[in-house]
T-cell receptor
Framework: AQKITQTQPGMFVQEKEAVTLDCTYD???????LFWYKQPSSGEMIFLIY??????QNATEGRYSLNFQKARKSANLVISASQLGDSAMYFC????????????FGKGTKLTVNP | DVKVTQSSRYLVKRTGEKVFLECVQD?????MFWYRQDPGLGLRLIYF???????EKGDIPEGYSVSREKKERFSLILESASTNQTSMYLC??????????FGDGTRLSIL
């Protein structure tokens, strides 16, 4: 069965610094997709970035990049130049096995950006 | 932009009541999902639907049912609400192999 592990319950970073949020995954399916979502205290889930298992390059979206290491089964989110508004819960997720559209989520990391 | 609208941000109901949570999306997505979110447990899938009148159980379907009579609307039903169903409920929609887009969530309290 698929599994997503986020080992950091909480992280702190100074404003304007970079931070890496860890995500490891487990799957027997050779084709999969990995997602990162942000959830501010207001509750909505915001899609940040996507990496396909066959993508040759690491995904980037503005200040977000995904450090995808397939052999290590890791898909860490890197946020550059942190802003106060980046304080939120961050969830890593994987698309379901066998082409299923379901997502399996990790338990999340709470990021706090300090001024 | 994709818009997923959940009918209530906050809802308070009593034990034993039948509770309906409604979700509407405006992007003609074929897939719709209901999750619940509890502290320390992340998001867990309750049910999802890949087409009108089609549904599949997720990881925690017990005590819940769903209805999808129209493509844009996906309803979650608590047949007889219990206190252990107090939670945050999130609806999402997607088209094939695209990211899921979420509503703002419903914080449901069962007293």
């Amino acid at each position: 069965a698929q599994k997503i592990t986020q080992t950091q319950p909480g992280m702190f970073v100074q404003e304007k610094e970079a931070v890496t949020l860890d995500c490891t995954y487990d799957t027997s399916d050779p084709s999969y997709g990995l997602f990162w979502y942000k959830q501010p205290s207001s509750g909505e889930m915001i899609f940040l970035i996507y990496q396909g298992s066959y993508d040759q390059q690491n995904a980037t979206e503005g200040r977000y990049s995904l450090n995808f290491q397939k052999a290590r089964k890791s898909a860490n989110l890197v946020i550059s130049a942190s802003q106060l508004g980046d304080s939120a819960m961050y969830f890593c997720a994987m698309r379901g096995e066998g082409g299923s559209e379901k997502l399996v989520f990790g338990k999340g990391t709470k990021l706090t950006v300090n001024p | 932009d994709v818009k997923v609208t959940q009918s209530s941000r906050y809802l308070v109901k009593r034990t034993g009541e039948k509770v309906f949570l409604e979700c509407v999306q405006d992007m003609d997505h074929e897939n719709m999902f209901w999750y619940r979110q509890d502290p320390g447990l992340g998001l867990r899938l309750i049910y999802f639907s890949y087409d009108v009148k089609m549904k599949e159980k997720g990881d925690i379907p017990e005590g819940y049912s769903v209805s999808r009579e129209k493509k844009e609307r996906f309803s979650l039903i608590l047949e007889s609400a219990s206190t252990n169903q107090t939670s945050m409920y999130l609806c999402a929609s997607s088209s094939r192999e695209r990211p899921q887009h979420f509503g703002d969530g419903t914080r449901l309290s069962i007293l």
